[in-house]
């Protein structure tokens, strides 16, 4: 178990390298295809337009979808990365408040 002083300097170092909390969103990033039903010359040929689509999952089943510009993708994988990143380093500060509750100074 980790000493007390220990546990404060990792949790320290922890919310230093904590990401732009602004920069954060929950979700999954897709890759679709839109095809029209008539008029289209490239979906006539089956390629169809491929676009990103953020999806973010809600209780009870729901889901919302937001479709992205193509130059929205990269940021929006960074955004997901910095949520994924805090939502971990939140976690280990966690862990590190509750060593803290049971180790003596």
């Given at each position: 178990?980790?000493?007390?002083?220990?546990?404060?300097?990792?949790?320290?170092r922890l919310t230093r390298e904590l990401p732009p909390v602004a920069e954060i969103v929950r979700g999954s990033l897709l890759n679709r295809t839109i095809r029209h039903r008539q008029g289209c010359p490239k979906c006539a040929r089956g390629q169809g337009h491929p676009v990103s689509?953020?999806?973010?999952?809600?209780?009870?089943?729901?889901?919302?979808?937001?479709?992205?510009?193509?130059?929205?993708?990269?940021?929006?994988?960074?955004?997901?990365?910095?949520?994924?990143?805090?939502?971990?380093?939140?976690?280990?500060?966690?862990?590190?408040n509750q060593q803290l509750l049971r180790s003596e100074e």
């Open positions: 178990m980790m000493k007390h002083k220990e546990i404060l300097r990792r949790r320290e689509v953020l999806t973010v999952g809600y209780a009870g089943g729901k889901n919302r979808q937001i479709s992205l510009h193509a130059e929205q993708r990269d940021q929006v994988e960074r955004w997901i990365k910095n949520y994924q990143e805090l939502k971990d380093k939140l976690e280990e500060i966690c862990e590190l």
